[in-house]
């Protein structure tokens, strides 16, 4: 084919066998697509004609000006795949995604509970069209059980997960975050539901539904949190900048340099390294202190404690702290706002950012993912535009030809 | 309420062996979710990383986390932030710092088909075991390394934590008091969040090797996943030259939005009305007070200015009402509402028992407690509750005799020669 395409490299990936199609909307199904995108599948991004997925609506955008094809939440979340568009709520639309399912290893949704069976979606009418199908459902809450409906949002997801509830001051109000992790985890669940599913379908030759909910995603993502309260009753508490259990595990004001506010980050939560960060203050004589012999004991007692060792800090700069602890094997790190993680050595030296161009919003450096398979390196192609490869998709896997796709443009289907 | 369904369906890593060397959360929380879909998972320590050797019942009051806050006999055994970790995997110690454990190691590296360890990037190639080595031993071997900044650049030796990656990966910057500096997660967040990308990284190189034949080497850097989890706002800085400020619960896009204070002791409701429908709806559910038809509050815009004003006018109204009685009240309506659940709640959330999500254990030295289950819900190899956590070289008889054929008696020396064991080792300063 002729037609213009972002996937300008040949994709030799890991999945470069693989078809998906990704009827995602905003971040939870559109990360996962992106994934499976970025080890070579072919990932066809289905949108409604005319405005596509919200996340086009989102931001920001360049100047501020809202575009819906240079919106930095959709041009994040889908690189690397194919876009196609489909009224899926027109029993013709549905129609042609139920074709499109014949030729796909894998479909990932996060409508609402129900949607995908209004439209005539469900995995029982896809599975007997394609039995080897995986098709994976994000949702808020799952599929069954009494908040199935619940409406929901990064928040109330924080919130009814328990994750909300250890965040913040004690006195204060418990803090969401105002990213999406909720929505990110639960699509690297489903990312590994799907490989799991795809795995055993080479052993059983079937395929089989993944039932993702974002709560339960968060829910498990739990450490102190649900062991303290299974094994003793003990219920985690917010404990403000701090870790809470281990102290100096906080982030500390220290001196101000190169403009940047005077932020520190300490881990400390080992015997060893509390003697020797002490050692390093010249205070060693506050482990004879009961209040401060150990980092448990200083946990408690953490308020006293750093106004003893605030003096220290406010004479020294991020800089200086960071490599003057982790010389002796102290965690300590610098506290960093995104654009100051664009200009770190770290990502730099792994090769982090990638540059990828977009006809649209431009030249940008994008964050790939966080680890590299030796034998099989990702591709970081640019966001589809809305409906770029319609044509192009529909003529491939269907065999449609300009009367047919006319024909469909005309009713508003494509 | 434990959950399998189809008792007799093959894990969908039925056959995978994992021979897992790491230690904390972030690999555990991998290679948990690798042995619920029925990998066979043998965690290998050292007896000296272990934890310490005593463990008073003062600083098991203090943790919270061994049953009725007693540490027993063998406190190592009774840990359930390891026995929640350590459920469905196998467990052996090994010291990989003598020549006879790095032997026994290379051993179980040629009948395993995966290798997961979060050391820093110099422990692995001094104790002769780096990746090269082990492909030399199993070419189709897939070797996982994790450590906090990967294994090059100059930050690679940093010592961290989840705790402080956070800040500088950036994630806490997007949490915050208005105003305010960037807020930790009081959950080490990176932690789970990293192990998540090293599952998938882990089943995607294990699809292609039964494509190839081949295995690989998978270098993933820690910090790198909370850059990863907040591309979407490095992206939007570069388009729109600004960093969005730390806004507490408020919202760019929605208002109400936030937490509000309940009846009870630090009870909480989170609140979220975004569109013009849903504000009406709101208003509506929550009997039209005056005001909430006032015109300070009529369009999205007025509510994003007037939001100190609104949020008084909504917290004054959920004071003295019960946090679920709001969120069944809101939900009714169509309204995003949710309780901030503590732990007790969490644990006896309606929803999440009905969908069995919570996994019982009975596990012989720390009693029967509930735990986390697998988010990863599939509908014909589901993952599954095998078995209780393993207590500290409970299986030395299976790995080191079945699997690598060592006799009674060898395996008895080894545990002489202190190779092996059943008991922390005092960790030296």
């Known amino acids: ?414 | 309420m434990a959950a399998p369904m189809l008792a007799n369906a093959k894990g969908p890593l039925d056959g995978v062996r994992v021979l897992d060397l790491s230690r904390v959360w972030a690999g555990p929380h991998c290679t948990r979710i690798l042995a619920d879909l029925g990998a066979e998972v043998i965690h290998i320590s050292g007896r000296a990383l272990v934890g310490r050797r005593e463990v008073t019942r003062e600083t098991a009051k203090v943790l919270g986390t061994y049953p009725d806050n007693e540490p027993g006999e063998r406190h190592w055994n009774r840990n359930v932030l390891n026995n929640d970790m350590g459920r469905n995997k196998l467990d052996i110690t090994l010291e990989l710092n003598t020549e006879r454990g790095v032997e026994l190691f290379k051993q179980l590296v040629a009948i395993s088909d995966i290798v997961i360890e979060n050391y820093s990037p110099r422990v692995m190639p001094n104790l002769g075991i780096a990746y090269p080595a082990l492909k030399a031993i199993k070419p189709s071997i897939i070797f996982c390394s994790m450590p906090g900044y990967g294994p090059e650049g100059p930050f690679q030796h940093f010592v961290s934590y989840g705790t402080t990656i956070d800040p500088h990966s950036g994630l806490a910057s997007r949490m915050g008091y208005p105003g305010e500096e960037p807020h930790m997660s009081g959950n080490a967040y990176p932690d789970p969040a990293s192990g998540m990308f090293a599952t998938g990284a882990i089943l995607t190189a294990l699809f292609a090797r039964h494509r190839t034949g081949v295995g690989q080497h998978i270098s993933l850097a820690q910090a790198e996943s909370g850059a990863a989890l907040t591309g979407e706002a490095s992206l939007g800085y570069q388009l729109s030259g600004e960093v969005s400020p730390r806004i507490g619960n408020g919202h760019l896009r929605k208002a109400p939005h936030g937490a509000y204070r309940c009846a009870g002791d630090d009870k909480w409701i989170a609140i979220s009305v975004g569109s013009e429908d849903q504000w009406a709806d709101f208003c509506e559910a929550i009997g039209s007070p005056e005001w909430a038809a006032d015109g300070h509050f009529a369009m999205l815009a007025d509510r994003l200015s007037n939001q100190g004003e609104l949020n008084r006018h909504v917290g004054e109204w959920t004071r003295g009402k019960n946090a679920y009685d709001v969120m069944w009240q809101l939900q009714a309506a169509g309204i995003a509402a949710g309780v901030v659940v503590n732990a007790d709640e969490l644990m006896n959330d309606e929803h999440l028992n009905q969908r069995g999500f919570f996994w019982m254990f009975d596990h012989p030295e720390a009693g029967t407690h509930r735990h986390a289950g697998q988010p990863i819900r599939l509908s014909e190899t589901p993952a599954r509750h095998y078995r209780p956590a393993p207590t500290l070289g409970q299986h030395h008889p299976y790995v080191l005799g079945e699997l690598l054929g060592l006799s009674a008696d060898e395996i008895a020396e080894l545990e002489e020669t202190g190779i092996i064991g059943y008991v922390p080792l005092v960790r030296e300063r």
Not at chain 1, 208 to 236: K, P, W
Not at chain 1, 383 to 398: F, M
Request: aromatic content about 8%; overall charge negative.
């Open chain 1, 1 to 414: 084919m002729a037609a213009v395409s972002n996937r300008g490299s040949q994709n030799t990936g890991a999945l470069s066998e693989l078809t998906v199609l990704d009827l995602s909307h905003h971040v939870a199904g559109a990360y996962c697509g992106k994934l499976l995108a970025a080890f070579g599948a072919d990932v066809i991004k289905v949108e409604a004609p005319g405005e596509g997925d919200g996340a086009r609506r989102v931001g920001p955008f360049p100047d501020g000006k809202p575009d819906p094809e240079a919106s930095a939440l959709y041009l994040y979340l889908n690189t690397g795949k194919k876009g196609i568009t489909l009224d899926l709520s027109s029993d013709e639309g549905a129609g042609v995604l139920r074709e499109l399912v014949a030729h796909a290893d894998a479909l990932i949704e996060n409508f609402a509970p129900g949607v995908m069976e209004s439209m005539g979606l469900d995995y029982a009418t896809l599975s007997a069209i394609n039995p080897r199908l995986v098709m994976a459902s994000i949702s808020n809450f799952g599929q069954d059980g009494p908040y199935r409906d619940y409406r929901a949002d990064t928040m109330v997801e924080m919130a009814l997960s328990g994750q909300m509830y250890v965040n913040g001051h004690p006195e204060r109000e418990p803090l969401s975050s105002t990213g999406y992790q909720p929505s990110y985890q639960s699509a690297l669940y489903a990312y590994s539901g799907i490989m799991a599913a795809l795995l055993a379908r080479d052993r059983d030759g079937h395929g089989q539904y993944v039932d993702i909910s974002i709560q339960e995603a968060m829910a498990s993502e739990h450490q102190f949190t649900l062991n303290g309260f299974t094994a003793s009753g003990s219920i985690r508490m917010r404990a403000g900048n701090r870790y809470g259990t281990v102290h100096p595990t906080t982030i500390y004001s220290c001196k101000a340099s190169n403009g940047r506010p005077g932020l520190v980050s300490l881990g400390i939560s080992d015997p060893t390294q509390y003697v020797l960060f002490l050692e390093l203050l010249d205070m060693s004589d506050l482990l004879e202190d009961p209040r401060f012999s150990n980092p448990q004991l200083c946990a408690r007692n953490s308020v006293e404690f750093d106004a003893l060792v605030r003096p220290w800090f406010m004479d020294h700069t991020a800089e200086e702290i960071v490599h003057a602890l982790q010389d002796n094997r102290i965690p300590a790190a610098f506290v960093n706002e995104v654009s100051d993680v664009l200009e770190d050595p770290q990502y730099e030296s792994r090769g982090f950012w990638k540059d990828v161009h977009h006809p649209v919003a431009g030249n940008h450096r994008y964050a790939s993912l966080p680890y590299h398979l030796a034998e099989a390196p990702p591709v970081y192609e640019r966001a589809n535009l809305l409906g770029e490869h319609t044509d192009q998709v529909l003529a491939e896997k269907l065999g449609y030809d300009g009367e047919r796709l006319a024909g469909l443009r005309e009713g508003g289907v494509i």
